[in-house]
């Protein structure tokens, strides 16, 4: 019996499946190990910085600023820097060029403060050392350092510093005639970039002073090699001028990120006092998985301090989690921090001058790079002639694979498919948005189909991502297509959130097809990456004739790294772990469980929601009883047979009742109303039923008067008190019309005289005291 093994494959893996011949039952797979993520760009890089007279002390000032910058501004640590100055051998005993730094490979901080050093020997140069401008000899030198020992396979590049003006013509070095040496310099300066041309080395101009050469300056770039490390257009040389001062580090950090298919994170700047701290900010994107953070601080005295993401200072060289940190130029006036697996997001630069130092400018960028791999997936990993194939990819980085949605939709991916019976190659268009074949919008993995070719033969994918600070490795996968097939398939599914939590299991199911002999096999997990997933339950398979199913279980371990993984799960054979018959890729992300207020935050909310609501309910409750039982808006009037004496309106702000005193002949004054006043013993007045005021005498009865009516005698005074309101009143509140002093007298229709309290024929029709309130309504009082 054949044996057969289920891999589940994870980060940091590139899948590989190459079919068998069409007798083969089989795909057969790579079966060496995983490739990794690959390194940052390496770089060999010569920096050429003109000291010539043409430019002034500050212009060489800002040329030493960007030579450091690019020298320290490596994201590879087997990375080669050399630093020349040049000028002009105008007569015996001068040297066109100065050898500041010769080369180096910066591979440790030591080595990086070493450049920070030997690039202070480089300064305006005076007359007397050839202070005029030699181009030709100036890349001469850099060909010639980057044609000997550079580390094997580096992309050379070509910093020149200079205001592109070309001038020789004191130099004996291009013949006797001083007016034609310009010219045999200019054809020397062409002879060297033909060369680096064919040597593949660019050249990078960067534009100092205030009389710039722009045409000289696209020469040069036009001039060397074409070759970019990726195909996009932003990649390949083109001069560029720093402005100001200002625009130093922006310039230098933009150029040599582009020579290295880096990234540059948007600069921050400001000014720096005697005594004072300053903050920067700098912002890393998750898809970098290396970065150096360059400060340009002006004076060696100013201390440095690097915040990261989560507010940890992190140390001058060494780890925190998978971070890795190396720190250089501290003493020097330009200085780094490399990152290894930066944590992204929010970075902050606290800078702290000394005591005595004069104000200037600081600044702050960050070059970065992702260094990417993709992991592809071709299923089934053979086929027969014509028969449909899916294709699905991820971006692993050596953190986890992508699965930021932000992050992938500034880049682009294609899959291309070659191979002999295809003839020309052809574009696969794979997607990301939920619709077949992709299985889940926006979770990292793309999806396409391609039907395979009518022809066998072998059909060689390869997928393609590019995109701004992307360095990508390209791992090919073979499939093999035959006119018959292969007798043994099968087909991986997964059922998992995209969102697991260490702890958590991914379970899924394999569906095989035999139409030849039983297999045996088992269930194998091959490289769980930084998740360190494993298997569950029983590990035995066996495969009959037939369609039979499988199921299995991957854990995520409870101390799981989080962020994204790639789980890519493949049936192999136990006899030979070359031949694949099944194959499919989950992408998920890793992240701590929900705490007791996310698991809950929906019923939360609807208790946030009903508290406000009621709270809301309380205060329009509260709201109306205040506007009901408030007196702003009555009137107090005092009458005496019908004429009205006095009005005294109620306090303007809410009160709940209305406090005045009523003058009369007895106390020797006019009859009158007023507010009470210290040792007054006031007339209490407040709403009570609707369309009535219940008054309270100081020493008497509590009793009711209706709004707008004729009012109630004020005890033996012969005096009337009455109300009036303002105030809009409700349906509820209406009353009967007033009646005037002839209706009062006028005899009622039983024949009684029409007094209150019922009064009829041989009844005093003297004024009656009024009848105490009935308290049929929320007596105020009680």
Known sequence: MAAAFLAVQMWPSAIAANAAPESAPSATADAKAPSTVPEPTLMDVSILVDESGSLSDADVREEIKSATTIALGGLNSRSRVSIYGFGSQNQPGQNAITEACPPVILDSSVKKDSLGACVRKLHRRADSEGNDTDHAAALAKALGTLSQGGPKDALKVVFLLTDGRLDVHRSPNYGRIESDRNSEARKQVETQLALARTNGTQVWPLGFGDQIDRPALDGFAAGGSQGACDKRADSKPRARVVRDSGDVLRSLAEAFA??????????????????????????????????????????????????????????????????????????????????????????????????????????????????????????????????????????????????????????????????????????????????????????????????????????????????????????????????????????????????????????????????????????????????????????????????????????????????????????VDAADLSKVYAVNQLTVTVENPPGWFERHRYEIAAAVVALLLLALLLYLRRRA???????????????????????????????????????????????????????????????????????????????????????????????TLAFTDTRPRRAAGRTAPRRTTAERGSPAPDGGAGARNGSGPGTDHAEQPPAPASPTYDDPWL
């Open 258 to 571: 582009a020579a290295g298919c880096a990234g540059v994170s948007r600069s921050d700047e400001t000014t720096l006092g005697a005594g004072e701290t300053r903050e920067l900010k700098i912002d890393i994107p998750i898809i970098a998985t290396d970065g150096n953070i360059t400060v340009a601080k002006g004076d060696p005295r100013v201390r440095v301090d690097y915040v990261d993401p989560s507010g940890r200072t992190v140390p001058a060289e060494g780890k925190i989690g998978d971070s890795e940190f190396r720190r250089a130029g501290e003493n020097a006036t330009v200085e780094t921090l490399s990152v290894v697996n930066p944590q992204n997001g929010g970075w902050k630069i606290r800078l702290t001058a000394p005591d005595r130092l004069s104000k200037q400018l600081v600044s702050a960028t960050a070059i970065w790079q992702g260094a990417v791999s993709t992991s592809l997936v071709v299923e089934p990993p053979s086929a027969r002639t014509g028969q449909p194939l899916t294709v699905r990819l991820s971006l692993v980085t050596r953190k986890g694979a992508i699965t930021d949605a932000k992050a992938l939709a500034e880049l682009t991916f294609a899959v291309q498919a070659a191979g002999p019976s295809l003839g020309a190659a052809r574009s696969i268009v794979i997607r990301d948005d939920g619709k077949a074949p992709d299985d889940r919008a926006g979770d990292g993995r793309y999806a396409g189909t391609f039907d395979a070719p009518p022809q066998p033969g072998d059909v060689t994918l390869t997928g393609v991502v590019s995109g701004y600070g992307i360095r990508a490795e390209q791992v090919p996968v073979t499939v093999a297509v035959s006119a018959q097939g292969p007798a043994l398939q099968g087909r991986v599914a997964f059922s998992s959130d995209p969102v697991v939590h260490p702890g958590d299991e991914v379970t899924g199911k394999v569906t095989m097809e035999n139409g030849a002999a039983p297999v045996r096999g088992r269930l194998v997990l091959d490289g769980s990456g930084s998740a360190r997933a494993s298997l569950t339950g029983p590990v035995d398979l066996a495969i009959p004739q037939g369609r039979t199913t499988h199921p299995f279980t991957v854990r995520i371990p409870a101390d799981a790294g989080l962020g994204g993984t790639s789980l890519t799960v493949k049936v």
């Open 625 to 719: 009883r205040r506007a009901r039982v408030g007196v702003r808006g009555l009137r107090a009037l005092l009458r005496r047979d019908g004429d009205e004496l006095a009005v005294l309106k109620a306090p303007g702000k809410w009160a709940p009742e209305f406090r005045f005193v009523v003058h009369d002949a007895a106390d020797g004054r006019d009859p009158g109303l007023d507010y009470p006043h210290p040792g007054d013993r006031p007339v209490r007045a407040r709403r009570g039923a609707p369309g009535k005021v219940v008054v309270q005498l100081p020493d008497g009865p509590r009793y009711e008067i209706e709004i707008g009516g004729e009012g109630e005698p004020f005890e033996e005074t012969g005096l």
